[in-house]
C-alpha cells in the first residue's frame, strides 16, 4: 500500500470546488517496497538503528520520488513518532538524502523521546 501526492499549484478560492483529473505518464521503476527498503538501509546506517521507513508516498513531480517518513519505534512500545522522511528517486531507486542538518535533527528528536520515555517508565525510590 502507497499514497500519491500532488502538488497543485494554482490558486484555489474560497468556496469554489476543486476538480482533479490527473494522468500520470511516467516510469516509476521502483515500487514501494524497495523504495522503504532503501530508506531502511539510509535510516540505519545515518540515524539511529530504532528509526525505519514508514508508509511511502508517490510524489508526482517532473521527476516522481517515494517520500518514505522516518519513523522511531521504541521496545514494548511500537511506533513513537515521525522524525522526518527520506526521498527515493522513483525512476533509477537512487536515494536523496537529508541534508546534514535534517539528519542531525532526527537524531536530537530520537535522542530526547527516548529520554522522556526512559525517564516516565523510570522506577522510583
Known amino acids: 500500500m502507497f499514497q500519491i501526492a500532488y502538488d497543485y499549484k494554482q490558486s484555489w478560492r474560497e468556496n469554489e470546488f476543486l476538480s482533479v483529473n490527473i494522468r500520470f505518464a511516467q516510469k516509476v521503476a ?3 517496497d524497495i523504495a522503504r527498503r532503501k530508506a531502511n538501509g539510509f535510516l ?12 511511502p508516498t508517490l510524489i508526482l513531480a517532473k521527476n516522481p520520488l517515494w517520500r518514505v517518513p522516518a ?4 521496545p514494548n512500545m511500537g511506533e513513537v513518532s515521525t ?3 527520506v526521498d527515493i528517486d522513483a525512476q533509477t ?6 541534508s546534514s542538518e535534517q539528519i542531525n535533527r532526527m537524531q536530537e528528536l530520537a535522542h530526547a523521546i527516548v529520554a522522556h520515555f526512559a525517564s516516565s517508565t523510570a522506577p522510583t525510590g
Open 30 to 32: 521502483i515500487s514501494s
Open 44 to 55: 540505519a546506517g545515518y540515524v539511529t538503528m530504532m528509526v525505519s521507513g514508514g508508509q
Open 71 to 74: 519513523v522511531l519505534s521504541l
Open 83 to 85: 522524525l522526518g522522511a
Open 93 to 98: 531507486g537512487k536515494i536523496i538524502p537529508p
